[in-house]
């Protein structure tokens, strides 16, 4: 039997109290295996193990999550090595904010010319997902006074949850951990303004000025996944393939673009996930922006 104990990541600035665990197990769809569940669960948080304190979550057939204490993690992970079905071990990164320094020059060597506009590139027919912070629904660059957002919450694709007559957001899915209230500024409103913002106003005059902030595809719409509570944490789902991605792409998104990450350039459990998708789904392409941590001042990561 193999397996194998994950990268270590760049501990942040605070060491956090409690560490989560992603555990990938060697099972397949559909197969039947005789697990006790609950006794399992007890064994992790057994004192010698995880203690009381340690949380098992199991978002897929192949994957379970394990929280607990940072001083039971090498207990945690000796133990989860030893049993037969466990393949792969990794402590779960710290995820956070990317896409602080938008990108003044992407059409063109210029900032001011719009090339691909000029083209007529702007978008019209795509629907784009996008999981982050909640989005402004009354911020002028998403705001239909005619049609209100479609909004819902749960894991995978989420059915009954589309309203693709709204000019700029067809679908508004959350989490248990999360919500979808109409969240004024924030990290999600900067970032989906930055893919398909297209400014609406009764006055032409202040129109005509916002428009100048459109988005990259003004005429596209948005699939998106609210990822957090209050604006500043994120709750990331535990198994991205499963659990995130269905419901942009049921939704008819064909693009999901994340403007978070991790200090991390290891193939992770998460990155395994996003490709998994891609695999499955080939007409399907996840970007993530390349981060805020680069050599110096204002660069991207490497």
Not at 63 to 79: G, M, P, Q
Not at 268 to 291: K, R
């Amino acid at each position: 039997r193999s397996f194998h104990y994950g990268p270590t990541i760049i501990p942040t600035a605070e060491p956090p109290s409690t560490v989560t665990i992603d555990v990938l197990l060697a099972l397949l769809p559909h197969t039947t295996v005789l697990l006790d569940f609950w006794s399992f669960e007890n064994d992790i948080a057994q004192p010698s193990v995880g203690g009381s304190s340690a949380v098992v979550r199991w978002p897929s057939y192949r994957k379970i999550t394990v929280e607990c204490a940072v001083s039971r993690e090498d207990a945690v992970v000796t133990w989860l090595l030893n049993q037969d079905l466990v393949t792969w071990v990794e402590v779960r990164p710290e995820f956070h904010f990317n896409n602080k320094y938008a990108a003044g020059i992407i059409q063109s060597e210029e900032a001011t010319h719009a090339r691909m506009w000029d083209r007529g590139l702007k978008g019209e027919g795509e629907i784009v997902g996008c999981a982050d912070t909640g989005i402004d629904f009354d911020n002028c660059f998403f705001h239909d006074p005619q049609e209100d957002v479609s909004t819902c919450t749960g894991l995978g694709e989420v059915e009954s949850c589309t309203n693709q007559n709204h000019r700029k957001i067809v679908t508004y899915r959350g989490f248990s951990q999360t919500n979808t209230d109409d969240t004024a500024y924030g990290h999600g409103t900067h970032v989906v303004g930055s893919i398909a913002g297209s400014a609406l106003s009764g006055v032409a005059a202040e129109e005509a000025w916002a428009s100048e902030y459109n988005g990259m595809a003004p005429n596209a719409k948005l699939a998106f996944d609210d990822v957090s509570e209050d604006g500043r944490g994120l709750y990331i789902p535990d198994d991205l393939d499963v659990q995130l991605f269905p419901h942009s792409y049921g939704a008819g998104a064909r693009l999901h673009s994340n403007s978070w990450g991790a200090n991390t350039n290891a193939y992770t459990t998460t990155a395994m996930e996003f490709d998994a998708f891609m695999h499955e789904h080939d007409d399907y392409l996840v970007l993530v922006a390349a981060g805020n941590d680069g050599p110096s001042f204002a660069t991207v990561g490497d």
